[in-house]
């Protein structure tokens, strides 16, 4: 009988690694949810709001079409796109260093090894903002550093 608990603990330590990689792709997975149903709730706000007004016989105001004016659009630039990725790419690198570093000091330096994929990824989204900072910041004459 101890044999079987020392082999189950035995691959319960080598999957960790993985299950904390599958427990934050899937907490991801669901603030992306959580995020799309709560856009959902706004937006069928603004339609209640908009059949409200045209019941009323009122002009619909271009705010609840979701309409901004030009400037407003001009200001934010993809600001917030290359926060998100900046953002979560500095998340991958951290969390690609932390598993190579834990990994090499409690196993060998090419377990540690398995923690370099996250954090590559992590350099491609930094590489993405980047990109997109160039290619449509910089570009468009708006060179705040924003």
């Known amino acids: 009988m101890p044999d079987s608990l020392a082999v189950t603990g035995r691959l319960m330590q080598?999957?960790?690694p993985?299950?904390?990689?599958?427990?934050?792709?899937?907490?991801?997975?669901?603030?992306?949810?959580?995020a799309l149903i709560l856009r959902n709730k706004e937006k069928e706000r603004m339609h209640k709001e908009r059949i409200l007004l045209l019941?009323?016989?009122?002009?619909?105001?271009?705010a609840?079409?979701?309409?901004?004016p030009e400037k407003e659009k001009a200001l934010s630039d993809y600001r917030t796109t290359r926060i998100?990725?900046?953002?979560?790419?500095?998340?991958f690198?951290?969390?690609?260093?932390a598993m190579v570093i834990s990994m090499s000091f409690?196993?060998?330096?090419?377990?540690?090894l398995e923690?370099?994929?996250a954090a590559g990824i992590g350099v491609a989204l930094i590489l993405i903002e980047r990109v997109i900072f160039i290619m449509f910041v910089k570009r468009n004459g708006n060179n705040r550093r924003s």
Do not use: H
């Open 18 to 34: 993985y299950m904390m990689f599958g427990g934050l792709f899937l907490g991801f997975i669901a603030v992306g949810i959580v």
């Open 84 to 91: 998100w990725l900046l953002s979560i790419g500095i998340f």
């Open 115 to 117: 923690g370099l994929p």
């Open 106 to 112: 409690t196993q060998d330096i090419m377990a540690g």
């Open 55 to 62: 019941e009323k016989g009122e002009t619909i105001p271009d």
């Open 14 to 16: 080598e999957a960790l």
């Open 93 to 97: 690198v951290l969390i690609g260093v």
């Open 64 to 68: 609840l079409y979701g309409i901004k």
